[in-house]
């Protein structure tokens, strides 16, 4: 077994098991599965059906454009494996907000990253990606590698415990990639040849136009 996601991480069981998990769409057992991998979790604003993120009931002249899956506040709060279930069950539509401590997240417009996730299948090169509609991807690399991307202009880092990512199933938020066992984190700079050469055709088609 090779999951290094998390140090702490409670692998009673079936690792397997944990990880079909993540594939399912109850928020309490996906929460209660990155809780078993060592993340921690905390719970983010709601989205709900017809009168969308219950962040607009401040009174914001903005609209929400990540219903349900971004924090409450400023600073991400993590809850206890017991507080999971009953903090989830009495919010519907939260999202599960995972602080940047067990990796790095590299958040990337949608059409790159998925076209750095098909040269990255190519090679066999395992990157846990996840979605969000049809806007961004993010890319889970190893903690302290993205840095190595911080150059890079249409690359987004996320690294450390004041940086967040919004993970299944909060709302839009889908996996393309999920973790898998037996594959550890890439670094990003195994990562940074295949956004080099994406970015690189895509700059050349943008010239055509």
């Not at 979790?41 to 929400?64: E, L, M, P």
């Not at 919010?91 to 040269?119: E, N, Y």
Request: charged share 15%.
């Amino acid at each position: 077994m090779t999951i290094t996601y998390g140090s702490e991480a409670d692998t009673r069981g079936d690792m397997g098991e944990i990880l079909h998990v993540l594939h399912g769409r109850d928020t309490v057992e996906c929460a209660t599965a990155y809780d078993r991998l060592g993340w921690p979790v905390a719970i983010g604003h709601r989205n709900r059906t017809g009168s969308g993120c219950t962040c607009q009931d401040t009174g914001s002249a903005t609209a929400c454009v990540t219903p349900g899956a971004h924090p409450v506040g400023v600073d991400v709060q993590p809850l206890g494996a017991n507080e999971l279930a009953a903090a989830f069950e009495s919010a519907p539509g939260a999202g599960v907000i995972v602080p940047c401590t067990h990796w790095d997240a590299l958040v990337v417009a949608h059409a790159i990253g998925m076209a750095v996730m098909v040269r990255a299948d190519a090679a066999r090169l395992h990157v846990p990606c996840l979605t969000s509609g049809h806007a961004t991807a993010t890319l889970l690399v190893a903690p302290g590698t993205g840095a190595l991307l911080a150059d890079c202009p249409q690359v987004e880092v996320r690294s450390g415990p004041d940086a967040w990512v919004a993970l299944p199933p909060s709302y839009g938020v889908r996996w393309d990639t999920a973790p898998a066992e037996d594959q550890p984190l890439p670094d990003s700079g195994a990562v940074r040849p295949h956004l080099a050469q994406v970015l690189k055709i895509a700059s050349a088609d943008r010239a055509q136009w």
